[in-house]
């Protein structure tokens, strides 16, 4: 590894995506900002995963194996903790970035932010379809994201300072908030009113796999249910219209859940989902 001391740290999870790993790396190099460290933090992964990291041969990038148990916030959170870089920036090993996307965070944060999130492509089946957009800053963003959801926030596309891990704290690794750990941080840290930098310049690619089963769906509906159940919990006195807008974000978080498993094609499958969300309405 690199001793220089990097400026950003690049945490990048992984498991058994060798191919799609190279991709990511790739794009990692190909930054016009140089000073960065790579660590690909690999969950034992029993493909070629291994060989391809060490088969590109730059000393900035560090391949660790780490067991996350299932959790894939315990990798990133090695990842936090090895980073030597006084920023961080998340990529998942399926996803890319384009070549200014480092700087562009980088002038941001200069700027006065203490994260930044970025527009990006949403790739399914190979193919680019629309884009992920984060939007302007909400007057409470907090709340924003906590009654209307995260659809702004995709973890490839978030550069921070890492002093926010060290006073806010780090991914939850809870086992009943797997899949959403990314939508709690987001939550935890707009609640204590960091300043979210959005940037309107496409800077990567997310990429959607159409074959996630259903099941996949049911535990992320779950998971998110449990990260908005917790904060709601939090709020002292909530008002009528903060009960109202709670009972709404969930009912639509059932309705959002059975419209994915429907249009996976999983027609039976999907109908408990909206027996649940017309249920939620009363409860």
């Not at 991914?171 to 840290?189: H, I």
Request: with cysteine.
């Amino acid at each position: 590894m690199n001793s220089t001391k990097p400026i950003v740290s690049v945490i990048i999870p992984t498991y058994n995506q060798a191919d799609l790993l190279q991709k990511a790396l790739q794009s990692v190099i190909n930054q016009t900002f140089q000073n960065w460290e790579a660590i690909v933090i690999d969950n034992y992964s029993d493909d070629n995963t291994k060989e391809i990291v060490e088969s590109i041969r730059d000393g900035r990038i560090n391949y660790v194996l780490f067991s996350n148990k299932g959790i894939i916030a315990a990798s990133r959170n090695h990842g936090i903790h090895l980073a030597r870089g006084d920023m961080i920036a998340f990529l998942d090993s399926d996803d890319l970035w384009y070549p200014s996307k480092l700087l562009t965070c980088l002038d941001y944060i200069t700027q006065g932010a203490d994260a930044v999130c970025h527009r990006l492509w949403i790739r399914k089946d190979g193919i680019l379809q629309n884009t992920l957009t984060p939007i302007p800053p909400h007057q409470n963003f907090y709340k924003m994201l906590l009654y209307k959801g995260n659809s702004v926030i995709a973890t490839s596309a978030v550069m921070m300072k890492k002093q926010c891990f060290d006073r806010f704290g780090v991914f939850s690794e809870d086992p009943g908030m797997v899949t959403a750990e990314d939508y709690e941080l987001w939550l935890r840290l707009s609640k204590s009113n960091i300043n979210w930098g959005f940037i309107s310049d496409i800077l990567g690619e997310y990429t959607v796999h159409s074959k996630n089963a259903s099941s996949n769906v049911n535990r992320q509906m779950l998971a998110e249910e449990n990260v908005v159940m917790k904060y709601f919990k939090e709020i002292d006195s909530p008002h009528m219209d903060e009960r109202l807008s709670y009972r709404k974000r969930r009912v639509m978080l059932v309705f959002r859940a059975g419209k994915r498993v429907w249009q996976s094609g999983h027609r039976c499958d999907s109908i408990p989902y909206f027996f649940k969300g017309i249920a939620n309405i009363f409860l």
